[in-house]
Nanobody
Framework: QVQLVESGGGLVQTGGSLRLSCAAS????????MGWFRQAPGKEREFVAA????????NYADAVKGRFTCSRDNAKNTMYLQMASLKPEDTAVYYC??????????????????WGQGTQVTVSS
C-alpha cells in the first residue's frame, strides 16, 4: 500500500513559483499513475495534472497548462509539481493521489484510490 505525503506549499506573490513534492512510501509507486488535484475555499476539488507510471505521459487542466509541469522520479519515489506564473486563483490546498497498479493518470478523482493529506498554496495579489 502506497502512502503519500505532500510538501512544498507556502505563500508566494503573483507571478512567483513553487515546487510541490509528493513523497510515496511503499513498493508500488513506480507501477502507479499519479495525479494532482486542488481544492479552493468554498469550491469542489478539481483536477490539476496527471502523470503515467513511467512519467512519459502527462496531461493538465486548461487552467494550468503552460504554467505547471508534473514530473516524477521513480528512483526517489517522488512526484513533483513545478508551478510558475502563479495567480491568486491558484490558491488552494493541493493533493497528490495514486492510481494503484494503473498505467495512465486520469482527470477523475474517483479513479484514484490513495490520497495525501494536502499542502496549502496561497498566492497573494
Amino acid at each position: 500500500q502506497v502512502q503519500l505525503v505532500e510538501s512544498g506549499g507556502g505563500l508566494v506573490q503573483t507571478g512567483g513559483s513553487l515546487r510541490l513534492s509528493c513523497a510515496a512510501s511503499g513498493r508500488t509507486f513506480s507501477s502507479s499513475a499519479m495525479g494532482w488535484f486542488r481544492q479552493a475555499p468554498g469550491k469542489e476539488r478539481e483536477f490539476v495534472a496527471a502523470i503515467s507510471w513511467s512519467g512519459g505521459t502527462t496531461n493538465y487542466a486548461d487552467a494550468v497548462k503552460g504554467r505547471f509541469t508534473c514530473s516524477r522520479d521513480n528512483a526517489k519515489n517522488t512526484m513533483y509539481l513545478q508551478m510558475a506564473s502563479l495567480k491568486p486563483e491558484d490558491t488552494a490546498v493541493y493533493y497528490c493521489a495514486a492510481r494503484s497498479g494503473r498505467i495512465l493518470g486520469t482527470r477523475s478523482e474517483e479513479d484514484y484510490d490513495i490520497w495525501g493529506q494536502g499542502t496549502q498554496v496561497t498566492v497573494s495579489s
